[in-house]
């Protein structure tokens, strides 16, 4: 079964920080130019629906419009999910696959990308697994790893200090809670 470890990082002139700050940063970008990108292309929506998978970016999927009645069904198919009106490309038309496509083009980072950032990615992992993840929240880079990932990670980033449960779960409610 798996598990995970829980670390941070607070010494801001270590390279781990540096190099992690700069890809929470580089995402943050890429995740603005998307909404940017698609409240431009896409009439007012109400909500999306997405996909992340792993992507640590959300795939937008699907929209909830705040108009129904001026949606064009050339590019957008609707049906009901979880009691809303839920449109999504219609790739049966020309006008839905290129909308499909819009969706789809933006670059995203995977869950693998972390591993390489990590220096674990040359550990091959066998049955069920955590990927690896990562978040900043008050100046403090927060780690969570599979226990199968442990000891690599431990030899390769010498600067992460393993934290508690309790100290993980209360940073993640506090990140979260912004």
Not at 12 to 21: H, M, P
Not at 82 to 106: H, I, V, W, Y
Not at 116 to 141: M, Q, V, W
Not at 155 to 160: K, L, Q, T, V, W
């Amino acid at each position: 079964m798996p598990q995970r470890v829980y670390y941070k990082v607070t010494d801001t002139e270590c390279g781990l920080y540096k190099k992690t700050s700069e890809f929470l940063a580089m995402e943050e970008e890429l995740r603005k130019t998307q909404h940017e990108a698609v409240k431009a292309r896409v009439p007012k929506f109400t909500t999306f629906l997405g996909e992340r998978d792993f992507n640590r970016i959300i795939r937008y999927k699907g929209f909830v419009f705040d108009n129904v009645d001026d949606i064009d069904t050339k590019v957008w198919t609707t049906k009901l999910v979880d009691g809303k009106m839920c449109s999504t490309p219609n790739k049966r038309t020309k006008a839905g696959k290129a909308m499909d496509q819009f969706l789809r083009e933006f670059k995203r980072t995977t869950c693998w990308d972390v591993d390489r950032l990590l220096n674990i990615e040359k550990l091959s992992i066998n049955g069920s697994f955590y990927p690896a993840d990562l978040f900043k929240h008050n100046d403090t880079i927060y780690l969570l790893i599979d226990t199968q990932r442990r000891k690599m990670f431990e030899e390769n980033n010498p600067d992460a200090v393993e934290i508690a449960y309790g100290e993980m779960e209360k940073a993640i409610n506090d990140y979260t809670a912004e």
